[in-house]
């Protein structure tokens, strides 16, 4: 087959791909698809699993150690099966805790501790870098078959370039796939489904091998049958220590390889899925192993003995001059590595940006203030740690190439991720485990993995010296990378695996048991163990005594979130309060869960710390200390009972407060409405007056007489103008409004607004900013009533915004059936205990004794949206004065009618 | 003291400055006083009016309460802490006639206190009476 045929069919596919990843997600965001998120697409997700190692390696591993293949699905079937016990709990303190990576979730378990997320962070790095390695290698080689096989005269020039070039490819897919978007809960529904369907091609593609070899080369289960029981595999000897290592390893790797962390825990979205996947997983594993000895077999027996036994799916079909059925096995391998290196990529740079780039910033940057648009930051992290990640497998591939067959690479990765066991089982399941006995455990079991497995793996003398396999580093024995502490005789991987884990675990229950952990941890620890009981209240990291302000918060969450959910999210909080507007009571429950949901972004630690520098450092109480102290149930049902009690008295009594204080604005600005209307009345009046007498007095020569005259004119106008916005409130509020409702353009309206308003302050220059295409909508509206609420707006920009350059921007937006039209200047904004009262009559931002309007604007604003059927509200933290107007694209009656 | 007296006595015309911010009642007074003989000088915002009233140093300050910049209260705070204006006659202005305003403004050494609108005549005969005592 001609190698531009292949590549083109590679492009091809990737290409499908990603037009299926993109529909999908344009489809999720639309909340169209709950399809997508079936247990279905996350029992085929999982799938990630079976990498190029298991669809090429596992007939290699079966012809070269028999039935031992099996074991790396054994694992995983065990976990699965017991699912109830590990499993179930491991998803839902992931949902719960918004955990992004394994990374997170060891670091939010031990006090949110940065050095863990740091030192997981690089266990997982090193240890995904070999597999990473073995993608390329696996595709890289299938490649070489082809070309070996072509009768076209291509010849792989240099399999270094071929896999360079598929690196950079991956890199390049992975973070078009993976990172156009940071996403608040890190999920990534357009990649699911793609790694879905390739869990179908690569099922697809080993089946069809499968049976092509088995009843076509073969003449069906009985002859397979005969033939292994001729072959070597039949004489395989089960070496019980190897077999149970094994086992334990996939099983334990199952559950803290960072892809499967990613697929298993971050992208759910429904627990219950796990009940379908405890079996429809093993039936994958199982369906994905029954004819990979028949295929090794049969290929061991036609092929020529020099045949690479981890290529025989390739090989067996093309030896047969099956040229398509070889390109779907040679899709599924390519499915089977792309799956696994986006998969992989993307949540190692997630723990990468979260919890080694945003520490980084977060110590590095200039002021303590959080700056900038932290989602840039993350998302450009992001795409140079997924390059980064595919580097390092590139120069693993190219310093240890042809030094390991598929399965002993993968075998190294392992062992290396498995040494996060301890500490996340031990997180789950033991209170007393600590953030010092976490870090004492994983780094002893990383560098022991690397000395006695993964630095070995380049080779006897690449990294390590051969004396020192031979006598020991310093001429200590006992330190032999293959013999610690005289073990000899064992297979090299059982050897790492067993010192690996044991000093591992042994340093972490020693080191927990010796060091005190942190009210932070004690919380975690808390929340992680008793995830289950949903009854128990809550201990919280915050308190009351944090002065947070609300609006530095929202500033806060809008760089990490962005602008829209940020402020959903706090609109969302304000009204379980009670309150109205954007801004919640900064309440420990408030903290606790912006901190979570924080945490769905940049991880815990960072969520943390950035949380602490505006609210102050967190503190436990003595309150939630005994909380965690008491363990008897009663006290627990009795105290969460006082608590549901204690939050809604809280609520009430927050609503009455805000009631009482708005009566009270009330009353105070009912005094200032009459000290108002005296004003408003009294200085057109003065100049009448003075005018009026000067005139009678006769002796004023004609010219100046008409120009006075003109002035009682102009005051006498300015009076019945007066008037006119008294009536139109009153007019307003009553609900008698005749609206005028027609079919109009909003851009046509916001040009009018802005012809009409720059008569005030027309010597102001000013920047207006918009965005036409999204204005280019039509309302069924009072235009002349929505206009004039734009010019009041728009005025009220020209008028108070103290910008030197000034500039208003006009954001539209279409949400369902409302459209949301913002008004955003770059001024000082209004102050905090003012938002809410502007929109009241009267009210004015400056000093009752200063001037100003006559304070009526925004209150009419205010009454002719309410008849618009829509909203006018203040944005907070917008970086100026923001106004928000909402109202439905089609108003059908006055609602305001509709009442009465 | 009322405004600077030179070798060659009392000043021809009385200076009288103005801090008014609406342009119309602004008029009427620069009309009222200029045919009573005064001197006007009329500034519309109350952030500059401190250092016009160093330089310009007038027999009598007109103020009105609410002022764009800086209110009239706080102007007259800053005269009144002034030794070199301390003794300066000052009429307060106010639109809003209630007697909340009266006694402010009183405190804070207003020496007369005129409801707007006013009668013309008792307009001016106030600004007289004020430099002459």
Request: with cysteine; glycine share 8%; aromatic share 8%.
């Amino acid at each position: 087959m001609p190698f531009n045929l292949l590549v083109l069919a590679c492009i091809t596919y990737v290409a499908f791909l990603f037009l299926i990843a993109f529909a999908v997600e344009r489809r999720a965001r639309r909340g169209a698809a709950r399809w997508l998120r079936s247990p279905l697409v996350y029992t085929l997700s999982l799938s990630v699993y079976c990498t190029a190692w298991t669809f090429y390696g596992a007939v290699g591993y079966a012809a070269r150690s028999g039935l031992e293949f099996l074991t790396i699905y054994l694992g995983p079937t065990l976990v699965f099966v017991g699912w109830w016990w590990i499993l179930r709990k491991l998803v839902r303190i992931g949902r719960q805790q918004r955990v992004t990576s394994i990374a997170d979730l060891i670091s939010s378990r031990y006090g949110k501790s940065t050095l863990l997320g740091v030192i997981v962070t690089l266990i997982c790095v090193i240890a995904a870098t070999p597999y990473i390695a073995l993608q390329l290698q696996s595709v890289t080689l299938s490649f070489g078959v082809f070309a070996a096989a072509g009768s076209y005269g291509w010849a792989l020039p240099d399999s270094d370039a071929t896999a360079l070039w598929v690196a950079v490819g991956l890199a390049f897919f992975t973070i078009l796939f993976g990172t156009r978007n940071l996403d608040a809960n890190e999920q990534h529904t357009g990649v699911v489904i793609a790694i879905a369907v390739e869990a179908v091609v690569k099922l697809v593609a080993l089946v069809a091998v499968g049976i092509f070899v088995v009843w076509f080369m073969a003449s069906g289960p009985s002859d397979i049958i005969m033939r292994i029981g001729y072959s070597d595999i039949a004489d395989w000897d089960l070496v019980p220590s190897r077999w149970a290592g094994l086992i334990g390893l996939s099983a334990a790797a199952v559950m803290t390889l960072p892809r499967m962390f990613q697929v298993l825990v971050v992208e759910t979205s429904d627990e219950a899925h796990l009940a379908t996947a405890s079996w429809a997983f093993p039936l994958y594993l199982a369906a994905m192993s029954i004819f990979v000895v028949p295929i090794a077999v049969v290929g061991l027996q036609m092929l020529p003995a020099e045949a690479n036994p981890d290529l025989f799916v390739l090989t067996l079909p093309l030896s047969q001059g099956q040229g398509g059925l070889a390109m779907l096995a040679f899709l599924g391998g390519f499915s089977s590595a792309t799956s696994m290196v986006v998969v992989a990529s993307i949540a190692l740079a997630t723990m990468v940006s979260n919890h080694i780039v945003m520490p980084l910033w977060l110590s590095l940057r200039p002021t303590r203030e959080v700056t900038g648009d932290v989602r840039r930051l993350v998302l450009v992290a992001r795409r140079v740690a997924i390059a980064g990640v595919l580097g390092l497998g590139y120069f693993y591939y190219s310093h240890s190439e042809g030094a390991t067959s598929l399965a002993a690479i993968g075998l190294i990765s392992f062992v290396g991720v498995a040494q996060m066991l301890p500490a996340m089982l031990g997180g789950m399941f033991w209170r007393g485990a600590t953030r010092v006995g976490a870090a004492l455990g994983l780094t002893i079991g990383l560098v022991v993995w690397a000395y006695t497995l993964f630095l070995p793996s380049f080779g006897p003398v690449a990294m390590i010296p051969q004396a020192v396999f031979d006598h020991g580093p310093f001429g200590l024995a006992w330190l032999r990378p293959r013999a610690l502490f005289g073990a000899e005789g064992l297979d090299p991987l059982i050897h790492a695996l067993f010192w690996s884990l044991t000093l591992n675990t042994s340093a972490f229950c020693l080191g927990s048991l010796f060091s005190f952990p942190s009210p932070v941890e004690r919380v975690q620890g808390l929340a992680f163990v008793n995830v289950f009981d949903t009854e128990r209240a809550e201990p919280r990291v915050w308190d009351d005594q944090g002065a947070a302000d609300p609006e530095e918060l929202l500033k806060l969450a809008q760089r990490i979130l962005g602008d829209e959910p940020a402020l959903l999210f706090f609109e969302d909080a304000a009204r379980q309060q009670g309150k109205a507007g954007y801004l919640p009571d900064p309440t420990p429950a408030f903290l606790d869960a912006l901190e979570r949901k924080l945490a769905g972004a940049v991880g815990a630690a960072a969520a943390h710390a950035v949380i602490a520098e505006v609210a102050g450092r967190a503190r436990v109480t003595v309150a939630d200390l005994i909380r965690l102290a008491d363990e008897t149930a009663q006290i627990m049902e009795y105290s969460s009972r006082l608590e549901s009690q204690r939050s809604e008295l809280e609520r009430t009594a927050r609503q009455l407060r805000e009631a009482n204080e708005k009566l009270t604005q009330l009353s105070i600005q009912k005094d200032a409405f009459l000290s108002q209307i005296s004003h408003e009345l009294r200085t057109p009046m003065t100049s009448i007056r003075a005018f009026s007498e000067i005139l009678m007095e006769g002796d004023v020569p004609p010219a100046l007489a008409a120009a006075q005259a003109r002035i009682i004119n102009e005051e006498a106008i300015r009076l019945t103008r007066l008037l006119d916005d008294l009536l139109d409130l009153s007019v307003l509020e009553n609900g008698t409004v005749q609206l005028d409702l027609r079919i109009v353009s909003l851009t046509e309206m916001v040009d009018r607004a802005l012809r009409a308003a720059r008569q005030t302050r027309p010597e102001r220059s000013f920047d207006i900013l918009r965005d036409l295409p999204a204005e280019a909508l039509f309302l069924r509206t009072d235009p002349d009533r929505l206009t004039q609420v734009f010019i009041n707006l728009i005025a009220n920009a020209r008028k108070y915004c103290d910008s030197r350059d000034p500039a208003l921007r006009i954001n539209v937006k279409q949400r369902g059936a409302r459209v949301i039209v913002d008004f955003i200047d770059n001024g000082s904004g209004i102050p905090k205990d003012k938002q809410q009262i502007i929109f009241e009559k009267f009210a004015r931002l400056t000093d009752q004794t200063r001037a100003g309007g006559a304070g009526l604007g925004l209150a009419i604003c205010r009454e002719i949206m309410a008849n618009l059927g829509g909203t006018i509200t203040y944005l907070p933290a917008q970086g100026g004065a923001a106004f928000r107007v909402t109202l439905p694209l089609r108003l059908e009656k006055s609602p305001r009618a509709d009442a009465a | 003291m009322a405004g600077e007296t030179g070798p060659g006595g009392r000043r021809l015309a009385r200076h009288a400055m103005l801090i008014e911010d609406e342009p119309h009642i602004a008029e009427a007074i620069r009309f009222l006083l200029t045919r009573d003989g005064w001197q006007v000088t009329a500034l519309a915002d109350g952030g500059a009016a401190e250092r016009a009233l160093r330089t310009a140093r007038p027999d009598l300050l007109i103020l009105d309460v609410m002022l764009p910049g800086r209110s009239g209260l706080e102007i007259l705070s800053a005269v009144r802490a002034d030794p070199d204006m301390a003794e300066l006659p000052v009429m307060m202005l106010t639109a809003k006639g209630q007697g909340r305003d009266r006694e402010a403004a009183e405190r804070a050494g207003a020496d007369l206190f005129m409801a707007k609108p006013f009668s013309n005549a008792e307009f001016v005969a106030a600004a007289r009476s004020l430099v002459e005592t």
